[in-house]
């Protein structure tokens, strides 16, 4: 996608900063964010509250750097990547690709089932259409302007009719607060899990890439994107936090979310009947809608750089899109495991990534053009770092131990 000016006016600058802030944030909250969401809420019940912490915590650090290195040096994670290491940064294109064409087949999919539940149509249908539609958002000659107010329009959404159904269910907040910092029970899957489907793979670079693409860039504007960056990543711990007050409000009245198919849909029926159900099939669309937007631009995005023409890149966008919804056709819905799956490998493959950044930001600063990088920003990333590294590896020994 083009640039959308050279030189953005106050108005255009603070809706590229806006629909930036929300791609992240809506590339983070799709199917798989609310199928983990709901399932870890299941099992852990009020302790999944200190994932959800560690999580946001992580989340904010990384997010901080991300912006702050490609919006000071104006290239892309790649481009930076290659810069620093020749074929890095084509590893790093190939890890976020693959990560993000699965997830996008869990996004078709989630886009299916939410207009199943939502308007009764069959998943299959619903999931081509919706896939249809993305494909028109980017083939449009103001794509750039409707990719930014569609997120936001949908992210708020999403937020509002989520808190609704936190409020009806009834949660003990209580109960959750002091397990946010005094947890029963902690799982590194979860943690893991949560913070590669927040911040992994290519939700990473969503909202980083498309500040760049506005025209958003240079030390002049390390302050706001600094800003929008948090901003982005409390947008998604809000949503995060309401589904999983949401959920925790049946699973402590009784109700096995465990033994269904569709845990999140039972949990909106259990609390609000009917009426819940619609609104689950609401929300579960415009999560799956825009992060099929999300997924396709930014992997796109890897592919490309910022002189590719307008029409390559919507080529690509296209394609990737109809490859997901056909693999989606083809091979039915993607099951809840494949949806965890994806998280934690996302999360897994985080550090490769953010290991470059880091290094630009503390050791190549001929690529921020001589900018005197904030020592504390560093200093938090280096700690986000070290947690990827740990719970990665807790993960992997977590899982070894079940074999």
Known sequence: MSDDTARPTRTATRTALFGAMFLMATSAIGPGFITQTTTFTAQLGAAFAFAILVSILVDIAIQMNVWR?????GLRAHELANRVAPGA???????????????????????????????GLEPAIGGALSALLAIGIFTVRWAGMALDRI????????????????????????????????????SWLAITTLIGGTVGGYITYAGAHRMLDSGLSGPENAGRVAISSVQG??????????????????????????????????????????????????????AAITSVIGAAYTSVSFLTSRSTPERTTKLLTVGFIVISTVVFLVAGAAPVTLLIFAGAFNGLILPIGFTILLWVAW??????????YPRWLLGAGFLGWLV?????????????GKL
């Open 233 to 286: 990543i409390l947008i998604t711990g809000v949503m995060r936090v309401l589904l999983f007050l949401a959920v925790l409000g049946v699973v402590t009245t009784g109700v096995d979310l465990t033994a269904s198919d569709n845990p999140a849909a039972a949990a909106f029926a259990a609390a609000a009947g009917e009426v819940g159900l619609r609104l689950f099939g609401v929300i579960l669309w415009a």
């Open 151 to 186: 997120v936001v329009l949908l992210g708020v959404l999403m937020i509002g009719l989520t808190a609704y159904v936190a409020i009806v269910s009834g949660p003990p907040v209580g109960d959750a607060l002091r397990q946010t910092v005094l947890p029963d029970e902690i």
């Open 388 to 400: 990827t590294l740990f719970v990665g590896y807790q993960f992997v020994a977590e899982s070894l």
């Open 363 to 372: 050791r190549r600063r001929d690529l921020l053009g001589g900018y005197r």
């Open 89 to 119: 940064g084509w590893l790093l294109t190939a890890l976020v690709v693959v990560g993000g064409l699965v997830f996008n087949i869990g996004n078709v999919a989630g886009a299916g089932l939410g207009l199943n539940a939502m308007l």
């Open 69 to 73: 290195v490609v919006g000071v040096s």
